[in-house]
């Protein structure tokens, strides 16, 4: 009922019956190739849409027509071929460009036979432009060249290119190719332009693919006016992952609008402490010891390398974590001491790349100097991430029985043999079989008896 399209075995080819049609693809080739009626051939299919457009805008095709010699290259002496100054660029409805118009354009001189002559009115896509212009932008003002190689050898390719999926089959396939081309005639030491890519993904709205076209589209200038950017900024980066996307919802953002608020009271309520405390380096600080300081150095740690790999989101989680943590020590009665405030200094750096805004205002209301994204990214303490010990629970089918402080990286083996030595959790194991073990790291075993 319909052709059969994946690979299969070769039936009615004689010779070649039997073969597995990948098989037989290279075997029928090399037959063809044999008897000097095919060869091997590797063809990429490019589309062309992006060299010829009917619009103002874009860069000039660089070509003449004459009636005697036909298509004549601009001379290299006349490039680049630039746009006229036109106060009507939309189009005209004929399928001209409205270069066509523009008689002083597109009348001028054949530079081979001197003839009358007309310019190409049709302009390149700015995919053209966009192809290679990374390697104009590394010193754009290079006067003996398109590109300085020199500058362009110590800062190229690009580290990391962001884009939508869509860029895999347009901008990124032709800066691709671009690049190639140019390695291949030597003018390039490398031949792929980016190191590494990422993809943005998606937000959507209720569901739905936000567009003009649904009616569902959002106004970032609202929000920003009712809240600030920092604000809006963060909650796009906490809605979901960067590469996922996700779903805006106009309540979520009053819960980073409060959060961000949190952040400002703690530290306009602390800023005579805060401005004694500024200067002084994490080493510096005497009591450094608890759950602040892990909870400290693991945010550093956190976000830098959330950061890093994009992953704002989570980034944004290990913050929040902490402003509670601070509160909590204040809620406690345990607020005070040199890291709390230390702690507190920290927290507006690393805020800063999420909300550059509020970062800047604190840095000044605690008396900092410059700018504060003048200041050094806080290290992290590696030794503070060690929880010497941690309390973990025994349950004995699901009833608590038991308690032990036991290094934070213990494994289930060596937690159940721990257990097993206790007398008094024995009484409730022994003559029983155990039949199922759930252990949860960090927190506790549940041992399961009949």
């Known amino acids: 009922e319909a052709a059969y399209i994946d690979y299969g075995i070769m039936m009615n080819s004689g010779e070649f019956d039997g073969l597995s049609s990948a098989d037989g693809i290279r075997k029928v080739t090399e037959k063809l190739k044999s008897l000097h009626a095919g060869q091997f051939r590797i063809t990429y ?75 190409e009115t049709e302009t390149m896509d700015t995919f053209v432009d966009s192809s290679w212009y990374f390697l104009r932008y590394v010193d754009p003002h290079y006067d003996d060249g398109p590109w300085n190689p020199e500058i362009v050898k110590r800062w190229l390719p690009v580290d990391m290119y962001i884009g939508g999926a869509e860029h895999a089959v347009m901008h990124l396939l032709y800066a691709r190719y671009f690049c ?89 309520g602390n800023t005579e402490e805060l401005k004694k405390y500024r200067e002084l380096t994490y080493m510096q600080i005497k009591d450094k010891s608890g759950q602040l300081n892990y909870r400290l150095n693991l945010t550093i740690k956190r976000v830098g390398h959330d950061i890093e790999n994009l992953e704002f989101n989570t980034a944004v989680a290990a913050l929040m974590e902490l402003v509670n943590d601070l509160y909590k020590l204040s809620d406690d009665g345990l607020a005070g001491n040199g890291l709390y405030y230390h702690s507190i200094v920290q927290l507006i750096k690393i805020i800063a790349p999420m909300a550059p805004h509020l970062a800047e205002e604190l840095w000044e209301m605690i008396g900092g100097p410059s700018s504060i994204f003048d200041q050094k990214w806080p290290a992290f303490d590696e030794t503070a991430l060690e929880l010497e010990k941690i309390t973990m629970v025994v349950q004995i089918n699901g009833k608590l029985r038991g308690s032990f402080d036991v290094p934070a990286e213990i494994g289930e083996e060596e937690f159940l043999a721990l257990a097993m030595s206790d007398d008094k959790l024995l009484k409730f194991i022994d003559n029983k079989t155990i039949v199922k073990r759930i252990f949860v790291p960090g927190k506790l075993l549940n041992i399961v008896v009949r």
């Not at 920092?230 to 796009?236: G, K």
């Open 180 to 268: 190639i081309f140019l390695h291949d005639i030597g003018l390039l030491d490398f031949d792929e332009p980016f190191l590494k890519l990422r993809h943005q993904g998606l937000i959507t709205n209720k569901g739905a693919k936000i567009s003009k076209s649904r009616g569902n589209v959002i106004n970032p200038d609202h929000f920003t006016g009712l809240y600030g950017s920092d604000t809006f900024r963060m909650y796009l980066m906490f809605m979901g992952s960067y590469s996922h996307g996700g779903d805006w919802d106009d309540t979520g953002i009053n819960g980073i609008s409060r959060f961000l608020g949190r952040i400002y009271r703690l530290v306009s």
């Open 45 to 119: 299919k490019l589309r062309d849409w992006l060299i010829s457009r009917q619009r103002y805008w874009g860069a000039p095709i660089p070509i003449i027509h004459c009636a005697k010699c036909g298509e004549v290259a601009v001379p290299p002496k006349d490039l680049p071929v630039k746009l006229p100054e036109i106060d009507d660029f939309r189009p005209s409805g004929d399928g001209k460009s409205p270069l066509a118009k523009v008689s002083e354009f597109v009348s001028t001189i054949c530079p081979e036979c001197g003839g009358e002559a007309q310019r």
